[in-house]
T-cell receptor
Framework: DAKTTQPTSMDCAEGRAANLPCNHSTISGNEYVYWYRQIHSQGPQYIIHGLKNNETNEMASLIITEDRKSSTLILPHATLRDTAVYYC?????????FGDGTTLTVKP | NAGVTQTPKFQVLKTGQSMTLQCAQD?????MSWYRQDPGMGLRLIHY???????DQGEVPNGYNVSRSTTEDFPLRLLSAAPSQTSVYFCASSQGQGLSYEQYFGPGTRLTVT
């Protein structure tokens, strides 16, 4: 199963873009990259996913490198409410592996 | 739609007791999963199911059993509770292969084993 590696923590100034990196060097061709976030002790919340093309939705953008070995989640204008733990996971056939995620702290 | 529901929200067990954590979804999702989250750590997959009658083990299956007799329900059974099973348990569901794999998570069950 593909594993992901993320920095333990990051800070970002309110209103600035937050760029969260993820390494998934062992990903295989049919595995998707998914991003979730968890605020306090709530259940994780879906943000965005992709296979090989860059994706954008109302919450974020996802940039996947051409070799698919890494990706970056971009929150274009971070707010204090974006403070959370962000998880990058690789998903295939009902099975996903969460790492320990990146704790993003957005500061005023 | 209620989404993914979990009961109970909180539970305290004594070592050696058994219990079942309930999970139900009303979105007709094929895939369902159970995760546990220990303090300060990420989620670890316990068991998952890709459809009624089909289950498989995740990363940390020991001490837990599951069954999937209907599409809606995916209960998790603790056979003989141990303090190491103190954790927050999350159930999740997603549509299934070839469709969206976005997982919807329940609110969690906070379990303490003394």
């Amino acid at each position: 199963d593909a594993k992901t590696t993320q920095p333990t923590s990051m800070d970002c100034a309110e209103g600035r873009a937050a760029n969260l990196p993820c390494n998934h060097s062992t990903i295989s061709g049919n595995e998707y990259v998914y991003w979730y976030r968890q605020i306090h002790s709530q259940g994780p919340q879906y943000i965005i996913h992709g296979l090989k093309n860059n994706e954008t939705n109302e919450m974020a953008s996802l940039i996947i490198t051409e070799d698919r070995k890494s990706s970056t989640l971009i929150l274009p204008h971070a707010t204090l409410r974006d403070t959370a733990v962000y998880y990058c996971i690789v998903y295939s056939l009902g099975k996903s592996t969460f790492g320990d995620g990146t704790t993003l702290t957005v500061k005023p | 739609n209620a989404g993914v529901t979990q009961t109970p929200k909180f539970q305290v067990l004594k070592t050696g007791q058994s219990m079942t954590l309930q999970c139900a979804q009303d979105m007709n999702h094929e895939y369902m999963s159970w995760y546990r989250q220990d303090p300060g750590m990420g989620l670890r997959l316990i068991h998952y199911s890709v459809g009624a009658g089909i289950t498989d083990q995740g990363e940390v299956p020991n001490g837990y059993n599951v069954s999937r007799s209907t599409t809606e329900d995916f209960p998790l059974r603790l056979l003989s509770a141990a303090p190491s099973q103190t954790s927050v348990y999350f159930c999740a569901s997603s549509q299934g292969q070839g469709l969206s794999y976005e997982q919807y998570f329940g609110p969690g069950t906070r379990l303490t084993v003394t």
